[in-house]
Antibody
């Protein structure tokens, strides 16, 4: 199992960014997928989950209405569209594979991509 | 939303010690709880799920217990590789949530 995140950048407050996660070594369309973030020097914060078929999505209150999770199973990819970015969104963003198709714990994680929101 | 509270935040310990970390949920989560280990500069690793089931490849010195709102992670005899930060996470209901973490330091 390999998960490789990309797309992290320095972006000004109010800006937008799209993160990607390339999955390999497993059949992505069997599993739900997560985004989890970690501000520098701080703890983990769960951000979002999408079910195996992309039909159901769930968000942390802190990002609801601003972030959108999506997936393309044909391209073995997971995405996170981030709009109206704030300084508190600065973090290392991890993509993680769930153990089931509908949601649970994450058994494999990528190495993360760094998003910095700063003017 | 469910809040997860871990204690202690930091624990100074020695190799060979028995270590217990506590995680409390703000409402009942049955046994829908996972524990993760994270080392500096690395991604978290799943240790335990459903409160007490050891993930594949995790050493048997790790164990978990609890249900409802009170959970514990125990390391029976601390090894040098175990100095890390540990997080609990509830997956009973959305939005999922993590505890703030417990850092094991060398005494």
């Amino acid at each position: 199992v390999q998960l490789v995140e990309s797309g992290g950048l320095v972006v000004p407050p109010g800006g937008s960014l799209r993160l990607s996660c390339a999955a390999s070594g497993f059949k992505i369309d069997d599993y739900a997928m997560h985004w989890v973030r970690q501000p520098p020097g701080k703890g983990l914060e769960w951000v979002s989950l999408i079910t195996w078929d992309g039909v159901s999505t769930y968000y942390a209150d802190s990002v609801k209405g601003r972030f959108t999770i999506s997936r393309d199973n044909n391209k073995h990819s997971l995405f996170l569209q981030m709009n109206s970015l704030r300084s508190e969104d600065t973090a290392l963003y991890y993509c993680a594979k769930d153990v089931s198709g509908s949601g649970g714990m994450a058994d494999y994680w990528g190495q993360g991509t760094l998003v910095t929101v700063s003017s | 939303d469910i809040q997860m509270t871990q204690s202690p935040s930091t624990l100074s310990t020695s190799v060979g010690d028995r270590v217990t970390i506590t995680c409390r949920a703000s409402q009942s989560i049955s046994t829908w709880l996972a524990w993760y280990q994270q080392k500096p500069g690395k991604a978290p690793k799943l240790l335990i799920y459903e409160a007490s089931t050891l993930h594949s490849g995790v050493p048997s010195r790790f164990s978990g217990s609890g249900s409802g709102t009170q959970f514990t992670l125990t390391i029976s005899s601390l090894q040098p590789d175990d100095f890390a930060t540990y997080y609990c996470q509830q997956y009973n209901s959305f939005p999922y949530s993590f505890g703030q973490g417990t850092k094991l330091e060398i005494k």
